[in-house]
């Protein structure tokens, strides 16, 4: 975790609009020969051939989404960038281009927008997404940041929520419910900072979950690897509300029930220890803890011995009909309803015990 | 102007933030050929053949670009979607596509949002635009509305900032001014309202001017005839910050300069007797109002006998070499120097004065 300085402080009055976004945009790049044309005029020129292209749209609200007494603004921008291409990975797809609008009080500086801009840019430059567009203007209160992805698929390829069928082996990629406890932490942490500005914030051995909460990845590397196998998910949705509440998704829209069992769902032994010391139980958080922009997906099961090859990923249960129901097969084998909950109602339910 | 009242109101927090996305969008239809999937997975697909894809975003934030003591929350939504649509039209493009993210303090009720969202949809119906994706959640004060619009062209149609040519007449369509009169006349009756509730908003006989600034258009009417008659303007610009400041982007961006005359800039009689009545010349308003959502374009000077019969188009002037500078020819043959305001500057200067 690096800590960071802002020397120099120039008001955003001094730039005007126009001056922000010339600084701003002035060291963007183009990479893809799709972007006919990016910043600077009404709207952007995307050249797109034969393929589809892919839409999707995330507003990140200040004190909603995140908080900036422990949120670096670098990571903010990247993150912000970030939940958009899990969206177009969800569907199977290669994100090409991004706008980014803001909404920012004056409390912000212009070096500060350089600090959330420079986020932004590495999350471009990582993934070769390319921002063409933006609009970017004052608010009463708080910081506002809605990005909007566009990415290309071919169309056989593009995997939607409602395309699971009964037999199908459900996966995830990755791990989950860490990013849920890495924010239960640096929350710990800003309560006691709160209550004492001199104590130091303790993080020391929380790395894993700290960065899987501040500096998510999305996980288009699962979906260039199920590419190379010729593997296409016959349903695939991002895991950004909790595990229970995608599957949920997909199965609703599929028509499909399904069985989950506890002892195959990812969980990193770092999640594991730190839910335990906060008298949590770790399965409890995989399922209900947002924000692991992992990738949620089921195949075929004749795709088992291809699937199976993959680092990283686990299967964790397999679709039934919808009369089944949709369970959660615990290690004691006793045989629970998944219940819809999400991100706000489990927070809720966290403070009310 | 119709006031409108809601009887119900349901908590947003009864509906859950699914069941909110749910009730907002259950009433999509989709239109066109190119939207394959809207609402209701990870990211919207589009189809969109040999053309170029256009791309525009624009965000409002309540107490910037709106104030609901005098903003019908329907007229919102439909201008929310307007001034997106009339950044396609800038491009010589239709628009086909759009997504809206909102972030809502819990202020607002059920009721609220549908009204806004009757407003979005009967932008999308009129202008034939499918709404294919978004993103709701809440604020901790305030409404911000995010819109990103999706248009195609063929590629040798696009008219960018930076084509025009010395010798092109620069045209504009409808009147200007108008918007800003309205948001005078609307600012006025709210300070009157604030002194003393009792009293009931004048607005009769500025019907047009206040139409104009809570319910613009997008000029795709102008960009059909312009098509029709195989006139591609070698630039072209929408008018959201006033006359002054567009042209000048046009003539920084293509590197040339320009003369306009001040007696060929477009003003309708209502804004003109507005003006006056506030003390304020009614081309300073013409050129620094911000809002007449209008179109800006040069063509070459062949395309005149074209030009001339396309009802609401008025020539306003000509581009020049970049060393002759950017000019305001007055009624009494004086030049004027034109200078950068933009609708932030001016507000502020109007607030000093």
Chains 1, 2 share one sequence.
Not at 86 to 101: C, F, L, R, Y
Not at 221 to 249: C, Q, Y
Not at 280 to 291: H, S, W, Y
């Amino acid at each position: 975790m690096e800590l960071f300085e802002n020397v120099e402080r120039t008001e955003l009055s001094e730039l005007g609009e126009f001056g922000l976004i010339n600084l701003l945009t002035k060291n963007i790049e183009l990479t893809n020969k799709s972007t006919i044309k990016g910043v600077g005029d009404d709207a952007a020129v995307l050249d797109v051939d034969s393929k589809k292209i892919l839409i999707s749209t995330d507003i990140l609200t200040e004190g909603v989404h995140f908080d900036l007494a422990y949120t670096p603004l670098k990571h903010l921008g990247y993150k912000s960038v970030v939940v958009n291409l899990s969206d177009i990975a969800a569907m199977n797809g290669k994100p090409e281009q991004i706008t980014v609008s803001l909404a920012v009080s004056n409390r912000f500086s212009v070096e500060a927008l350089e600090e959330l801009y420079e986020g932004i840019f590495m999350a471009c430059k990582r993934y070769g997404v390319d921002l063409i567009g933006g609009d970017t203007t004052t608010s009463k209160s708080g910081l506002f940041i809605s990005v909007t992805v566009v990415g290309k698929a071919a169309e056989e390829k593009i995997t939607y929520r409602n395309g699971a069928k009964k037999g199908d082996l459900i996966c995830v990629s990755g791990d989950l419910g860490a990013a849920y406890i890495g924010l239960m932490i640096l929350e710990r942490e800003k309560r006691v900072f709160e209550v004492n500005s001199e104590i130091q914030p303790d993080l020391d051995g929380f790395d894993y979950v700290l960065e899987r909460h501040l500096k998510p990845e999305p996980r288009l590397d699962i979906v260039e690897k199920l590419n190379n196998l010729a593997i296409v998910p016959n349903s695939m949705i991002d895991i950004s509300d909790g595990l229970a509440s995608e599957i949920m998704h997909i199965c609703n829209q599929s028509k499909v029930g399904c069985r989950l069992f506890e002892d195959k769902i990812p969980i990193d032994i770092q999640t594991e220890d730190t839910a335990k010391k906060f008298g949590l139980v770790p399965v409890t958080i995989a399922l209900n803890g947002g924000e692991d922009y992992e990738l949620l997906f089921t195949v075929p099961q004749e795709d088992f011995e291809k699937i199976k090859n993959i680092e990283e990923i686990s299967i964790i249960g397999y679709i039934t009909d919808a009369a089944e129901g949709m369970s959660l097969i615990t290690k004691d084998e006793k045989v629970f309803e998944l219940k819809a909950q999400g991100w706000d109602a489990w927070l809720k339910q966290e403070q009310r015990s």
